[in-house]
Structures are given as structure tokens and as C-alpha cells.
């Protein structure tokens, strides 16, 4: 994008003390929402804002990605200061402009109210190219606004930008050294043609942020690019609200949303439903759990000797097993409950030790574990995925772990399609089903509640435990282990409370 007459770069306001009220992240939570931006500005402090673990962890992978990318350019200069020492970065990035510095690893700049940090400013025979780098493994349309901010505020200190790029993950490297880790997406075009609008919404954002919280409706925006951390500040959490009908989506929750049909029990009877959502319809209307006839028969399959699994995984930005790549999630722990006669249940566990590779110790206490089961019972086909992956990764094992894989047999569908509580709010994850077929079991008492969660505790094990005290180290290895049985064993007590719901 060349620009005919630029300025000589220079750093706005420069020697004035700055303090930037827009920033590229900002700008970007603007530009999906403005009461999103009002919240983040004027209440940084919110609970809704405080990163969690998963959270926080996508932040260290997304550092130690940029990290990575700068290897790709080799005789960089980085301006390794805190990002709050806005002159001193200004300055210091002035210095390596006027040096021609041949690749500037995050170059600051200031104008319009707005601060960016680029990742990376590449100089050219003319111009600059101006490099983002993401921890994902495609260029994504939530990438444009990113680059659109800087690119602006690039052009408005005197950069002459004839080039941006989307630096990504390839989601066909594989560990360690198969393909290359990085590729880059030219969006130089698509920038460009973001360009005229950008001072009129930095405008319009900057208007926003000197007035009270901005009256917006919800919407699409709402989850697009991705789901708001004030979402129910905003959204009503009623059973009976559109968003909780069964496989909506929020495309079409939002289509009904503006015809004014915002409640379940307000969609015309005319509309098409599916047999799930129509028995959702029921069970509102009734006020009652709505079981089908066809329930007994469903659960003929599971009247022989079970097993109860469930997974835990663990996946990389980076990748530290083989042939993983990134992003790819492989098993780490499993939990096992096998019925015994007279009604009691054997349980056995596994838990990764240490940063070597888990999937053969996992595969032979798995296989182990199951050869006794003539059916094994999971919720959903998460499982099925992972013993596949793990007969690729284990080859020496491959024959045992498609015999289990024919074993497997999934509960979720036998509820999807024959029981409906007006509790599970249009889900059907465990969670969802457990406590309104199953009060006294819950996750409330547990520490861990969550699979990303568990993910990341996994990985901070695995991979950080030389860095963790011991007695702490102890502590998250039981959570994770509590947490994997109550998993399994939910999944016993739901398949009785069917059976007991079975004439």
C-alpha cells in the first residue's frame, strides 16, 4: 500500500507525556462491541476481565510463539521494554527507524490517541513490511481489524507500509522438525481496503469512551470473533431464552432474535423443528422431564459387561511429542470404571509423568485396563478420536486399540434422542444432563471443573513441574485425578438413572 507523499517518520507527540486511551487490543474489542471497549476502559478491574488459567495459558503460548518468530529473522532488533514505557519505547524505536535497522521486532508507534507494538517491521528497497504474528494455524478474518489499527497508525506516524502479512502456525508442520513451523499470509489487499474506514471508527470509539456505557443490543457481535466475557451481563440466562434452544448457534438465535423471538415458548408452531428441539418444546410447556418409549430398547446394547472411559489431553502451540503438530491434543490421562458383579466397580487411572512422551505408557495401561469389558462405555466420540491417534502413535499397539475401539459404545445419543429435563438448558454435554437426572452427584465439590482447564494443568505438570513445589505438584495431580473419575462415574450413575427411567 504505497503512499505518495508521506511524511518522514516521526513519533507523534513526541517529548508530550503520552498516554494512550486506544491501543490495537482495544481496537479490536471495539470494533466487535462498544460496550465491550466502555467495560474493558473504564472497568479494567472487572472479574469478567481477569484472565483464567486457560486463558492466561493461550497468553504464555501466544509470547513464546512471537518468541519463535523472531528466529525467522535473523539480525532483528527488539525493543525489549514494558509496554506501559510508551516514550522510551517510542524513542528507542525512533532510534532503530534512523538506523536503518533492517527488521524491528516490536516497533511502537503513537498517533490518533491510538499505541500499537508491531511484531514485526520488516524494511524493504522501499518501505517497510509490516509482519502480525498469531498462535493459530490459519490467517482468520479476526486478524484484519489487528492489522488494519497498526497499519493505520503506521501510515499516520510516517511508515511507508507497502506490505502486511499474517504470520501463522502450519498446521502441516509436525515435531520436531518436519515442514516448517511458520507460514505467512499476504493481506496487503484486504488492509488496504480496511484503510478508509479506520480513523472514522477510532473516532467513533474515542467518542464512546468520554460518555456513559453505550446502549448496544445484542447480537451476533456478541460471540463474533469470539465470545464476550460480559456475555451475561448482557444476556438473559431464563431456560425458555432462544439461545437455549437445542442446536441453535448463534447465527440463527440471532435470526430469531430480529423477527422478535426472543423466548422459546414465542416461536410460531409453524416453524420446523427438529425432533430434539420439539421435545425440548415439550418438556418447557410441561414443566417436566419428557423420557421416550424407545428408551428401553436403546439401552438393550449396554446389558452386557462395561467399562466407563474418559480422556484427558494435553496440545501445544509448539509441540514436544512426535509427529504431533500444533494445537493437536493427545491423551494424557484416562479414567476407568468397570462393573463388577453384585453391582460394585473397579476404577483404574493414569496420569502422565514428565515431559517424555505419554502416549505408549498410556496405550498399554489403557489396553490393560479394558480387556475385560465386552462393551466400554464414553460420552461422545472424543474418545474414539484419541484411541484412533493413539493407534498412529503407537503402532506396536495398533491391533489392541482397534479391538477397543470396536468395544466403544456412546452414551450421549441414547439421552439426546430419549430424555429431556427442562434443566439441561438445549445442552447435552455430561455436565449438562448430570444433575437433573443425577441431584446428589455434581462437580461443585471438586477443584477442577473444566476440560481446558484440565488440559492445562496437564501440561503445566508435564512440562513445568521442575518449577513447581512438590506438595503443590501433589495437589493438582489429585485434582486432575478427582476430577477424570468423576467423569467415568457420572457416566455410571446417568446410565442407571436411565435404565431406572425404563418401565
Known sequence: MPQKGAPQPQL??????????????????????HKLLWWKVHEPNAIELQPDKVLQDRFDQGRQVGELARGEFPGG????????????????TKAALDA??????????????????????????????MIEVKSS?????????????????????????????????SSAFRHPDQGDLFE???????????LPGIRAEVQAQLQVLGGALPEVPIGLHCTDPRDCPFLKRCWPQTPDHITKLYNVGPKKANDYMVTGVHLISRIPPTQRLSVVAQRQIRALNENRMIVEPGL??????????????????????????????????????FSYHEARPGGAYAHVEYLAEGPYDARPDIARALVKATAGAVRVVTYSSFEKTKIRALQQAVPALAHELKQLEAKLIDLLPVVREHVYHPDFLGSFSLKAVLHPLV???????????????????????????????????????????DYCQRDTWAMVKVLEKLRALTP
Open 296 to 333: 428401553a430398547q436403546a439401552l438393550e446394547p449396554f446389558a452386557v459387561q462395561l467399562g466407563f472411559l474418559d480422556f484427558e489431553t494435553v496440545g501445544r502451540a509448539i509441540p514436544v511429542w512426535q509427529d504431533m503438530g500444533p494445537w493437536e491434543q493427545a491423551a494424557a490421562q
Open 137 to 169: 494455524t490459519s490467517q482468520k478474518e479476526e486478524h484484519i481489524p489487528d492489522a488494519a489499527i497498526q497499519a493505520h497508525v503506521l501510515r499516520q506516524s510516517g511508515i511507508d507500509v507497502r506490505a502486511v502479512e499474517i504470520m501463522h502456525l
Open 100 to 129: 536503518k535497522t533492517p527488521v524491528i521486532f516490536e516497533a511502537s508507534f503513537f498517533a490518533d490517541d491510538v499505541y500499537v507494538a508491531v511484531d514485526v517491521l520488516e524494511r524493504l528497497d522501499q518501505g517497510y513490511r
Open 12 to 33: 507523534s507527540l513526541f517529548g508530550a507525556p503520552v498516554s494512550p486511551r486506544l491501543s490495537k487490543s482495544r481496537f479490536t474489542a471495539g470494533a466487535q462491541c
Open 439 to 481: 441431584p446428589e452427584l455434581t462437580y461443585s465439590d471438586l477443584v477442577i471443573v473444566d476440560g481446558l482447564v484440565a488440559s492445562v494443568e496437564i501440561a503445566r505438570l508435564l512440562f513445568v513441574a521442575q518449577r513447581i513445589r512438590e506438595e503443590e505438584r501433589e495437589r493438582v495431580r489429585q485434582d486432575l485425578l
Open 184 to 194: 505467512r499470509t499476504d493481506v496487503t489487499d484486504t488492509v488496504a481496503q480496511r
Open 77 to 92: 532488533v527488539l525493543i525489549d521494554l514494558p509496554h506501559n514505557a510508551y516514550e522510551d519505547r517510542l524513542r528507542q
